[in-house]
């Protein structure tokens, strides 16, 4: 009896981790044309004094140039994590525990490239300082900023993503509960995501061109985690 009831409290807590995970899915897709809106009216600034003039005109289109919403995107991507984790770990325990772990690293590394609030503080800092001296060492302060920003921690994040994405799409390919056309949809953002947005011309377009696959995969592996929640009830 004792280990019946044992077994069941356990699937209600995988179940909730798909709901959750589902959830989250669909949140990050209604996150997507928000920042694609930002980012087209509000095109970041080529330059670290660019960035200190936008936080002085509205700071926070500023934090929003440098982020803002992956800050918060990022951090519903573990959940939905979890929940992929939670339905296919039956099927492939090991390739999903080396994905999630991947993933999770990746997501952990790229909270070390945000900056937002940092060059927020470095500009105030600038534009009330008086001394021209003390300016010059803000600006440099500033540009070593942006250079973290771009540099090798959002490099690392996004291409553990990519693997990740990619460890999961070839499980599903086994599993009942996902269609082929998920994993495949999964698949294609995560070849596409394997070069970093940040290497030149090249990135910027396999960017772009992961996006669709990656928002029809969201889509449809949110409305299959929520779907398997409600089964199992």
Same mark, same amino acid.
């Given at each position: 009896m004792e280990e019946t009831e044992y077994k069941s409290n356990e699937e209600l807590n995988w179940n909730k981790?798909?709901?959750?995970?589902? $959830?989250?899915? #669909? $949140? #990050? $897709?209604?996150?997507?044309?928000?920042? %694609?809106?930002?980012?087209?009216?509000?095109?970041?600034?080529?330059?670290?004094?660019?960035?200190?003039?936008?936080?002085?005109?509205?700071?926070?289109?500023?934090?929003?140039?440098?982020d803002l919403l992956y800050y918060i995107n990022n951090g519903i991507l573990i959940l939905v994590y979890l929940g992929?984790?939670?339905?296919?770990?039956?099927?492939?325990?090991?390739?999903?525990?080396?994905?999630?772990?991947?993933? %999770?690293?990746?997501?952990?590394?790229?909270?070390?490239?945000a900056v937002g609030f940092e060059v927020l503080s470095i500009s105030k800092q600038y534009f009330s300082a008086e001394s021209m001296e003390y300016k010059q060492q803000l600006l440099a302060v500033g540009q070593g900023l942006i250079a973290r920003y771009k540099g090798t921690a959002f490099d690392v994040y996004y291409v553990f993503n990519a693997i990740t994405l990619i460890l999961i799409s070839m499980t599903m390919y086994k599993s009942r509960d996902f269609k082929r056309s998920s994993a495949t949809w999964g698949l294609i953002a995560g070849i596409f995501m394997i070069i970093p947005s940040t290497a030149g011309t090249l990135g910027l377009i396999c960017s772009?061109?992961? %996006?669709?696959?990656?928002? $029809?995969?969201?889509?449809?592996?949110g409305r299959r985690l929520i779907q398997m929640a409600k089964r199992q009830v």
């Open positions: 981790l798909y709901k959750v995970g589902g $959830v989250a899915a #669909i $949140v #990050i $897709v209604l996150i997507i044309p928000i920042q %694609l809106v930002i980012f087209t009216l509000f095109p970041p600034p080529e330059t670290t004094m660019g960035f200190f003039e936008l936080f002085r005109k509205n700071w926070l289109i500023g934090l929003l140039s440098l992929l984790f939670a339905a296919l770990r039956k099927v492939n325990f090991t390739n999903m525990l080396i994905a999630t772990i991947i993933g %999770l690293t990746g997501i952990a590394v790229y909270y070390v490239s772009l061109l992961s %996006l669709v696959p990656w928002i $029809v995969f969201s889509v449809l592996i």
